[in-house]
């Protein structure tokens, strides 16, 4: 559960640098651009942490094993 909450809040938090980015610069194109991935990610942590809690593995996590 801790490996899946890290990586889900690695990728938010990369979201979120680069949202701020394009509202710093006024990229008004790229922040609504960018509003669809904060909503996936949303939904992406919310859907791995209920798989991990019924005991599924997470989906789009990638990891060493998977990547042989």
Do not use: C
Request: proline letters at 4%; charged letters at 35%.
């Amino acid at each position: 559960f801790e490996k899946v909450l890290e990586h889900e809040k690695e990728i938010t938090q990369r979201i979120h640098r680069l949202f701020e980015t394009a509202r710093t610069e006024r990229d008004y194109a790229s922040e609504l651009a960018l509003q669809w991935y904060v909503t996936e990610q949303v939904e992406a942590v919310l859907t791995n942490v209920a798989r991990v809690l019924r005991g599924e593995p997470p989906v789009g996590l990638v990891t060493p094993e998977k990547e042989r």
